[in-house]
């Protein structure tokens, strides 16, 4: 049994990283320390000065680990990492986990390329972004293709080529598959776009222009023609940017409104002096906190996730812990990054232009939830009328089982609280007790096994105090809605009878065509008004319940044919079957290759490789006297 007070003494005094864990083990907070000793101690000592959210927690802790670390900002990005990973319940976290796409350019390779990506990697490429709008990123690449006729492809250039491919032809590309390119020129095309990408198209234009005189100069018409389109295009785009300061450096802009219970996060992008675009993100779990403490979890969480890091942050207010941050984003971005708090001049008001942006957004999202929740309310309301139940189910728990002929049967159970789905509650069964096809029994077993749970877990918490919110199963549901008609309604409420447990079980039906089409309640079916609040959830919770369960098949189905059929070589073990599948990525691929590619693969040798080769020979030759 862990004990805490003991533990306690035995902390480190040392930088490090620490996780706080509830009664089943899940981690609800983690942070980062100077000093494991004095940090985490200070939790357990008077709570009188301590805010709301950090008493709650406490009173949730139940043991805690730590990961020591060379230094704070190794702590830091290790929090980072851990934050992003378990997205404990007590920490701040940002809402919106978007993956917005970039322009790389592959400056590892001997004649880079221009792509649009959404993955950010260490191979030497450099990434230009994020871009809001995935439209504008594929317009640059065009622009960019128009006037530099750069590789597109993926060949290996180090391999002589039989002939160049049509972008060579039609003069889209110079062809460095030919071995007849100048590396300094096309890479002064790639300085080029990379100044254009960095927002210098200023200096740009002045290096475009020069090459335009001279062209003109030497009565090359045809050339300072073209090195005026280019010119055109590139103003075109730069009238389209809005100006916002004087000084040209590269800066993110963050301010941050809240209301009672949301915090809005608006970022505007500029590049050079101009605006390139902005975006507003809702935090979770930082209604209470300390402005500073918010600004600390959401910048950590931000940049940890971009491949990009400007020279310059602007911020209504300073971080906690600002000189970490500047010295973990300076080694990311491999300069000085400076955050600022600025309180006069151009920059305090483009600080109080972002802010309104973020009240605005704030009070849109505000708004557009407060409409949500009262048609999710409306819903279960119409739905408790239609029930003739006495209160709205606010918790209701839809299963669904799938299998393949009784083979890989699963099950699923999904939750809604207050008419939207509660994603962490979501729970996955594999039918243990029942053989081949029977629904009937696997749905008898899975709302058996999860209210037998539920009900042992509820007492245990109430013998220990606690809340029943606070379980996995202790929280019963207000209504259980099954995939199926009058028969496995019958079924579950066996199940619940034999349990002794009082739970409405409604049916959900489908059409020939597999939509829902109605419910079934105390044997009669209930022509539910198609086009009302109450019957759209009941579609969605179906359709829901139904995607859940199929997932899990499918993802169960895939892992056994794969093991199955390399499990059945002499001579392949888990670890050769992980190298083949890795190196091929495919079943189909392994049959089709070689000896000498099999031979190859890591840890493979030439018996191991004859026995794959043979087993899938032999295969194929039974499955064509099968045809036969």
Sequence with gaps: MFEINEQLKKLPDQPGVYLMKDERGEIIYVGKAISLKNRVRQYFQSSKNQPPKVRAMVGHIREFEYIITDSEVEALMLESNLIKKHRPKYNVLLRDDKHYPYIKVTLGEKYPRVLKTRRVVKDGSRYFGPYIDGGAVNRTIEILKKFYPLRTCGKNLERPQDRPCLNYHIRQCLGPCTGEVDHDQYMKMIQEIILFLSGKQDELVKEITQKMEEAAAGMNFEKAAEYRDQILAIRSILEKQKVILT????????????????????????????????????????????????????IKQFYAGTAFVPKEILLEEEPEDRELIEQWLSAKKGSKVRIKNPQKGEKKALLDMVYKNAVEILEQFSEKLMKERERSLGALDELARYLGLEKKPYRIEAFDVSNTQGVHSVASMIVFEGGKPKYSDYRRFKIKTVEGPNDYGSMQEVVYRRLKKGLEEK?????????????????????????????????????????GVHIPVAGMVKDDRHRTRDLVYQNMDLHMDKSSNAFLLVAKIQEEAHRFAVTYHKSLRGKTVVQSVLDEIPGIGSKRRIALLKHFGSIDKIKKASLEELCKVEGMNKKAAEQVKDFFQQKAAEERQVEG
């Design 459 to 499: 007492e245990i918490m109430t013998e220990k105090g606690i809340l029943d919110e606070e379980g996995k199963f202790s929280k019963l549901p207000d209504l259980i809605l099954i995939d199926g008609g009058l028969g496995q309604v019958h079924g579950v409420e066996e199940v619940l009878a034999a349990l």
């Design 247 to 298: 000084s040209d450096i590269d800066q993110d802009v963050i301010a941050m409104a809240r209301g009672m219970d949301q915090v809005c996060v608006m970022v505007f992008f500029l590049r050079g002096g101009k605006l390139m675009g902005r975006e507003h993100y809702m935090l979770t779990g930082g209604e209470d906190d300390d402005r500073r403490e918010i600004f600390s979890s959401f």
